[in-house]
């Protein structure tokens, strides 16, 4: 019920290529979805959140797009850069406690 | 403002050692959360301290507790070291008033290593 499953677990993008990241979840409660993106020795940073009030969200070169019945959302990366190169994890939350409950995690390489 | 602090940054320790590790949250940030990162383990999540109190609790053995103060800043510590007890250790402080979902700001995490 808590879980977020994450996929591809690793994902070699060309440099202005598309890059895609999915997530799955499990609990209908949830109503916040949030991505972190992480760059080697620093801590995750938010990069972009949805509520499942909309079915897309953008922020300059990045997308969430979310589908409520099926319960997945995705992170889609346009034109992708070299410096997008980090781990990204979704996360779900909405339950009573307002916990995170993260994906594994997908480490992105984009080769120039 | 300042970002989430945590100390120290690396640390080296040898089994059954204890440790503890300290966050300062980012200032009004009443919520604390830790979690371990191991490769190919994503993010664990140990617990999460709100106004002096732990609020929820990861799936970890009791061997790892915290605590946070009146002032928001929390610590970690981890007795009987085992080796895979290697990790970075990550802090995270939201606004999280309660019943509410926030932006989780983390800090630099620990780096422990166990011998």
């Known amino acids: 019920q808590q879980q977020v499953k994450q996929s591809p677990q690793s994902l070699i993008v060309q440099k202005g290529g598309i890059s895609i990241i999915n997530c799955a979840y499990e609990?209908?409660?949830?109503?916040?979805f949030p991505w972190y993106q992480q760059f080697p020795g620093k801590g995750p940073a938010l990069l972009i959140a949805i509520r499942p009030d909309v079915s897309e969200k953008k922020e300059g070169r990045f997308t969430i797009s979310f589908n409520k019945s099926a319960k997945q959302f995705s992170l889609h990366i346009m034109d992708s850069q070299p410096g997008d190169s980090a781990t990204y994890f979704c996360?779900?939350?909405?339950?009573?406690?307002?916990?995170?409950?993260w994906g594994a995690g997908t480490k992105l390489i984009i080769k120039p | 403002k300042a970002g989430v602090t945590q100390t120290p940054r690396y640390l080296i320790k040898t089994r059954g050692q204890q440790v503890t590790l300290s966050c300062s949250p980012i200032s009004g940030h009443r919520s604390v959360s830790w979690y371990q990162q191991t490769p190919g383990q994503g993010l664990q999540f140990l617990f999460e301290?709100?106004?002096?109190?732990?609020?929820n609790k990861g799936n970890f053995p009791g061997r790892f507790s915290g605590r946070q103060f009146s002032n928001s800043r929390s610590e970690m510590n981890v007795s009987t070291l085992e080796l895979g007890d290697s990790a970075l250790y990550l802090c995270a402080s939201s606004l999280a008033a309660s019943g509410s979902a926030d932006t989780q700001y983390f800090g630099p995490g620990t780096r422990l290593t166990v011998l």
């Open positions: 301290y709100f106004s002096e109190t732990q609020r």
């Open positions: 996360a779900g939350a909405g339950d009573s406690n307002y916990q995170l409950i």
């Open positions: 609990n209908t409660a949830f109503d916040y």
